[in-house]
């Protein structure tokens, strides 16, 4: 199965071109935003240089949060416009998910933390059995401390728990403060969602949805509503 | 040229919108409003419309095509509006057609929203050159429509739109959103010379207009109402102040007109759906003599079928985005 991917959930924007057998190419950008402008340019750039088309491909995969609101819906609304021209499914992969995959060899918790603001992180666990990651725990918006405390918990023996996303770079040194030696930080190659390691889950993953169907988790509602709740 | 099908798509604010033209003329104008959603809130929330923007814009398009009887395939460009609006809300019609565009491998044209609401008078026949009084939410100018694609903005609002003056006059009378349309069904039961407002500039020699003052005028009409502990006929007060705002825009355009030496006449943008406005326009037209032009509700509103008849303009002269288009919040026409 022939697959292209988008992701654009944060400051990073990334297209990648992924089958069974072979990654077949991937452009990343992580450079003063602008994914409107940039993104479309980056996957027309891409399957040029790979000699594809988007009608070659069998699905079409995007991140479909949680992440920056606005970055989401550009993907989304990209990967709606393929998936209505040419008639293609649409994978969702949770942002969380897709970078859960990057570290397939940590015995531990894998935490993605993206920054929620407010002095929370989106995040969900998640635990390698066998060379998949295997999720522990529900996508969501936490206090960090909180998610430490937890984790803490948690975590038996000499396990630790992996952290990465861009909570990190807001939330690094808070962590070690309340987690010391049971955590650990991803380089900065996997510090970022990306396109191939959606492309990855995509490939595992047996959802499918189309250009009408796609929906995004925010996993938080506009301000406004909470607003009216209240 | 001939058979130029476009298939052309509007979100800069609360409605999503996509439209069907063919040779200039338009086959569909699919329109799916948000206005309930946004009224709980007293106004348009740009996270809520950027969301639904998001969920609409397949099926509205897929049906504006159906309507038209084409698909994708048989459209000549996509057109989509790149501003002036709210950034999140246009960014969903901008990435969406351009990845129809791309995938289809069509040219994509981007447009000015104000270009838009102009060109909704070619789709009933105007012929540049003429005069169009541009009056929405957002806008209030006189433009002298030189040719399709080409326009000079004659002068404009200074401060508050005369869209926008009229919701914010209407929430301090307490009508609910939107409350220009409100304010206009009110002012039909009342007495438009009963209370004095004033008429800002409109004795100045320039075609541009100032609103604010106007609608400073009314709060402190209700508020010494309110100290002294005196009903306020809310008729009678919408009557006045539409009365007061549509001689200014009135006056301003047959000044335009008259200096200009041009005779045909045209408006445009939500404030054109104004029953006053509409009547006070062809007395103006009788008068003179003018060629009028007024599009319908419909076409008034925000919708792709104006944004259609600009993009179809611009693919005869040639003018093309790339897949660089970007939204542009604060676009000013022309530019």
Known sequence: MLILSIDTSTVAASVAVMDENKLHGMYYTNYKLKHSEKLLPLVDGLLKEINMSLSDMDAFAVTTGPGSFTGLRIGAATIKGYAYALNSPIIPISTLEALSYSQPNFDGIIVPILDAQRNQVYTAEFVNEGDVPVRISEDRAVALEELCRELMAKLDGNKKAMFLGDGVYKFREEIVSVMGEKATFADMVTMLPNAAYAAKAALASGKRESAYSLELNYIRKAQAEENLKK | ?335
């Open chain 2, 1 to 335: 040229m001939n058979d130029i099908k476009i298939l052309a798509i509007e979100s800069s604010c609360d409605e999503t919108s996509a439209a069907v033209i063919r040779d200039g003329e338009l086959l569909s104008n699919v329109i799916s409003t948000q206005i309930d959603i946004h009224a709980l809130y007293g106004g348009v929330v740009p996270e809520i419309a950027s969301r639904s923007h998001l969920e609409a814009i397949p099926s509205v398009v897929d049906t504006a095509l159906k309507t038209a009887g084409y698909t994708l395939e048989d459209m000549s460009a996509v057109a989509v509006t790149r501003g002036p609006g709210l950034v999140g809300a246009l960014l969903i019609g901008v990435s969406y057609a351009k990845a129809l565009a791309m995938a289809a491998n069509k040219p994509i044209i981007g447009v000015d929203h104000m270009a838009g609401h102009i060109s909704a008078n070619f789709l009933l026949g105007a012929k540049p050159p003429f005069l169009c009084l541009v009056v929405s939410g957002g806008h209030t100018m006189i433009v002298r429509v030189n040719d399709y694609t080409d326009f000079t903005i004659l002068g404009s609002t200074r401060d508050d739109a005369a869209g926008e003056a009229f919701d914010k006059v209407a929430r301090v009378m307490g009508l609910a959103y939107p409350g220009g349309a409100k304010l206009d069904k009110l002012a039909a039961e009342g007495d438009e010379y009963s209370i004095d407002l004033p008429k800002a500039m409109i004795k100045e020699d320039n075609y541009d207009f100032s609103f604010s003052g106007m609608k400073s005028a009314v709060l402190n009409y209700l508020n010494k109402a309110k100290m002294k502990n005196e009903e306020v006929n809310k008729a009678d007060l919408a009557a006045s102040f539409r009365r007061s705002v549509v001689d200014i825009l009135v006056t301003k355009l047959e000044k335009a007109a008259k200096e200009e030496g041009i005779g045909t006449i045209a408006v445009c943008g939500g404030v054109a759906c104004n029953s006053l406005l509409r009547s006070e326009l062809k007395k103006l037209a009788d008068k003179n003599g003018y060629e009028l032009y007024i599009p319908d509700a419909t076409l008034c509103s925000d919708n792709a079928g104006m944004i259609a008849s600009q993009a179809y303009h611009m693919y005869l002269k040639g003018d093309f985005s790339d897949l660089k288009l970007n939204a542009v919040p604060s676009l000013e026409l022309g530019c």
